[in-house]
């Protein structure tokens, strides 16, 4: 989750609000945590030098960044260090393109358009991210995506508007989803409930819900049917998203849709990854079971 971005904001409008000087981000800050089209003031963005004629030079800092890397090899957050672009300038504006590289496999890398606007004899100055490449944002999980269906799509428009800081859109996408594919999110926690033994009385209410066409009423119904494997940090998921949305999108702020956006992505993907784990669970222990069993076989011939 990328709620640095939205602390960010909130910080910058708390600061306007009391006439202080906006907050300044770090350079990794910002090109770890803040989308494209953004502008941001950078505190220690160059280092100042003098050629030996006398006239000044500016070292753009590229400092190692922890980003996400999408090779086999590595497939979670890893450090990428500056491969190429601009670094060295005598000019106050200029625009470039910037490559890091996966300092672990040595195969991904990470490219950003930007602009950079320095101050004359200082080191600190603006940002602004034209774009980046791959984009902005962690990547969805696998499970998630084979989890929301037909609702996949959807559910990528939201993240995009996420990505983006648009949270009324992202708040209103994932609601879409998150209704659209209640009884499809009940079928598999009903399959992973009957695999970790839950109570008949659980599966009913479950069974329950999956029938009730109401969301909220459905929501309800299955308040305490939720197996102990499946709930996040002791909390029924479904009830925790059912929070989440059943306040309306005109009652928050964008900022505020954008922080409960990012609750319902964090769920869900917590969700489908519980669920993915159960189910993967058993289908290891029906192998075990099988190659005891035949080895068993084998061994009586």
């Known amino acids: ?9 909130m910080a910058e409008s708390a600061a306007k609000k009391d006439g202080a000087k906006p907050v300044q981000l770090s350079i990794r800050d910002f090109l770890e945590n803040v989308p494209p089209g953004e502008t941001r003031e950078v505190e220690d963005l160059c280092e100042v030098g003098h050629y030996t004629s006398g006239s000044l030079y500016y070292e753009l800092i590229a400092p190692d960044l922890l980003l996400h890397c999408t090779n086999d090899d590595c497939g979670g957050r890893r450090y990428f260090r500056f491969k190429t672009g601009d670094r060295r300038t005598q000019h106050l504006h200029v625009q470039t393109f910037w490559a890091f590289e996966c300092s672990n496999c ?3 890398f990470k490219t950003y358009a930007l602009k950079f606007s320095l101050l004359q004899g200082r080191a600190d100055g603006k940002i602004m991210k034209f774009g980046e490449s791959p984009g902005f944002g962690m990547p969805t999980p696998t499970r998630l995506l084979k989890l929301l269906g037909d609702q996949k799509d959807t559910f990528l428009k939201g993240r995009r508007c996420e990505n983006q800081g648009l949270g009324i859109g992202a ?3 994932y609601r879409r989803v998150v209704e659209h594919q209640k009884n499809r ?3 598999e926690i009903i399959s992973a409930a009957k ?17 009730e066409t109401q969301f909220t009423k459905a929501m309800t119904t299955v308040k305490d049917a939720i197996p102990e494997a499946l709930l996040l940090r002791g909390h029924n998921p479904l009830t925790l998203l059912h929070s989440a949305l059943s ?5 928050h702020s964008d900022a505020e849709c954008l922080e409960l956006a990012q609750d319902i992505r964090i769920v869900l993907v917590d969700l489908a990854e519980r669920l993915g784990q159960a189910l993967k669970d058993d ?6 079971v099988s190659r005891l ?3 068993k076989a084998a061994t009586a011939k």
Do not use: P, T
């Not at 989750?1 to 904001?9: D, R, T, V």
């Open 1 to 9: 989750m990328h709620g640095g971005n939205l602390g960010h904001k």
């Open 185 to 187: 999110f009940l079928a």
């Open 283 to 288: 289908a290891e222990l029906k192998d075990a």
């Open 247 to 251: 306040a309306g999108v005109h009652e």
């Open 293 to 295: 069993l035949n080895r």
């Open 195 to 211: 695999l970790l033994n839950a109570s008949g009385e659980q599966i009913a209410a479950l069974e329950a819900a999956k029938d």
């Open 106 to 108: 040595q195969k991904s």
């Open 171 to 173: 708040f209103v996408y």
